[in-house]
Nanobody, 124 residues
Framework: QVQLVESGGGLVLAGGSLRLSCAAS????????MGWFRQAPGKEREFVAA????????KLADSVKGRFTISRDNAKNTVYLQMNSLKPEDTAVYYC?????????????????WGQGTQVTVSS
């Protein structure tokens, strides 16, 4: 089992940047694909980004391509989401998740463990 704790959220002006971190407990971090999802009020949780176990493969939602980057440091048991050129529509609670699957998943049901989330608010 792995426990996930997100940090780095906050309030930022449109056009600004934030870097989210997700720290994982346990020694099996390097066995999981990792993903970031977000959920805005009244909306379903949606895929943002994912990264493979080795970090060699990444996936990004179309809405964040060119603005967000996902990366991981297996030595530090941490996955990151660098968010640039933020827009008000990026406002949401951001969740980190871990998957034991064979491929890098982009749907919530394919992830096994979830963090508690961190709030990101982008003001115009």
């Amino acid at each position: 089992q792995v426990q996930l704790v997100e940090s780095g959220g906050g309030l930022v002006l449109a056009g600004g940047s934030l870097r989210l971190s997700c720290a994982a407990s346990g020694r099996a971090f390097s066995s999981y694909h990792m993903g970031w999802f977000r959920q805005a009020p009244g909306k379903e949780r949606e895929f943002v980004a994912a990264i493979s176990i080795s970090g060699g493969s990444t996936k990004l939602a179309d809405s964040v391509k060119g603005r967000f980057t996902i990366s991981r440091d297996n030595a530090k048991n941490t996955v990151y989401l660098q968010m640039n050129s933020l827009k008000p529509e990026d406002t949401a609670v951001y969740y980190c998740a871990a998957s034991r699957g064979y491929v890098v998943p982009v749907t919530t049901r394919r992830y096994d463990y979830w963090g508690q989330g961190t709030q990101v608010t982008v003001s115009s």
